[in-house]
């Protein structure tokens, strides 16, 4: 991942624009001054063919394609740029981003780990909200309600001659904008979500629509993760600093051993209210400080966030030194009793603050 400053990324989208790694790739113009916007390439009106096309079908079915996506964000002060190889084949969609690789389908996502070959698969929702900030599958945008689709003209992108259309999605304030590529049966190979200030541009590179099914399968030789289900302890109570703790939610893993344990603590310096989750370990007696998406809700929602008495997390969790709250070395012990649990905080290095779960 490549960190940017704002003025870079309106020169990419100028770039991603007028030149393109493809047998239909032009010289690359002079960079524009930085001290005004680059202008995009010439937006020629749609013939009479092309203003008949049924944009809404075309994303609805989008042909299988596999290539490197190229991804930039600006906040309008910074941003950042990535890149991933993905495709599509079917209703499966694969990603793989160097550190993860995912495949989604409707209602599934599947998570492969290629350093033990395990896979962990897990539920999500329809629900969609656009976000400038990550990159989207242009096929999911066809199934929103009330979205409609708008030609706006034709432009070269890449130095493929494409169509401008805008999406309009009901209750979504961001801008839209897909190109789509007449020589690729109107993939859509560029994308750019507007939010002002935030802005997300990605591209496809490398295109061809020769996809492995290998690329969407989960490898013979892999296994899924371990499982493991979690209950909520309606009678468990959190202290804080010997006060009684708000907004707080304990569950129990399957084997009785682990204590999942949200609580909002005050920062130290502007007094909000910020969420912490700890994992603590009864029979080893440590805790650790864990991933706010460890459980999962059979909807595929964080456990904390919901009100949920059951949760799921996925593979075998060891304690870990590195994650105690504070300096192990410095801090007080966990304490285990029959009944409760006490641990250092993550704010104990400021303020000598104590957790304590009972149940």
Not at 306 to 321: I, L, V, W
């Amino acid at each position: 991942m490549k960190i940017l400053k704002a003025p870079i990324l309106f020169l990419t989208w100028f770039l991603l624009l007028s030149s393109h790694n493809s047998p239909h790739a032009q010289k690359v113009p002079k960079a524009p001054s930085r001290d005004k916007a680059p202008a995009e390439p010439a937006l020629l009106p749609l013939t009479e063919a092309e203003r008949a096309l049924d944009f809404k079908s075309i994303m609805a079915n989008q042909p299988d394609f596999v290539a490197d996506e190229l991804f930039s964000y600006s906040e309008g002060f910074g941003g950042f740029s990535d890149k991933s190889r993905v495709a599509r084949k079917g209703d499966r969609y694969f990603i793989d981003t160097g550190y993860v690789k995912i495949i989604t389908e409707p209602g599934k996502k599947t998570w492969l780990n290629d350093k033990d070959k395990t896979f962990k698969e897990e539920s999500i929702s329809s629900e969609f909200a656009l976000r400038a900030g990550d990159p989207i599958d242009p096929k999911i945008l066809a199934s929103q309600k009330g979205a409609t689709f708008i030609g706006l003209g034709s432009q070269m992108v890449g130095g493929r001659k494409c169509i401008k259309v805008e999406v309009k999605i009901p209750d979504q304030a961001a801008q839209v904008f897909l190109y789509l590529a007449e020589d690729l049966k109107y993939l859509v190979v560029a994308i750019q979500v507007l939010n002002q200030p935030l802005g997300g541009l990605q591209m496809l590179q490398n295109i061809s629509l020769n996809v492995p099914s290998r690329l969407v399968e989960i490898p013979s030789d892999y296994r899924p993760l371990s499982k493991h289900k979690w209950l909520l302890i309606d009678s468990a109570n959190v202290s804080y600093d010997g006060k009684p703790g708000n907004d707080f939610a304990v569950f129990r893993s399957d084997d009785g051993n682990q204590l999942f344990v949200t609580l909002y603590e005050p920062h130290p310096d502007s007094g909000a209210s910020m969420p912490w989750h700890y994992l603590v370990y009864l029979k080893e007696k440590t805790v650790e400080i864990c991933f706010q998406g460890m459980l999962i809700t059979a909807e595929g929602k964080w456990a904390w966030k919901t009100k949920a008495r059951e949760a799921f997390s996925d593979g075998d969790y060891k304690p870990n030194r590195d994650r105690y709250p504070c300096d192990w070395r410095k801090c007080p012990k966990t304490i285990v009793g029959t009944n409760f649990a006490q641990f250092p905080s993550v704010y104990y290095e400021d303020r000598k603050s104590m957790v304590r779960a009972t149940w």
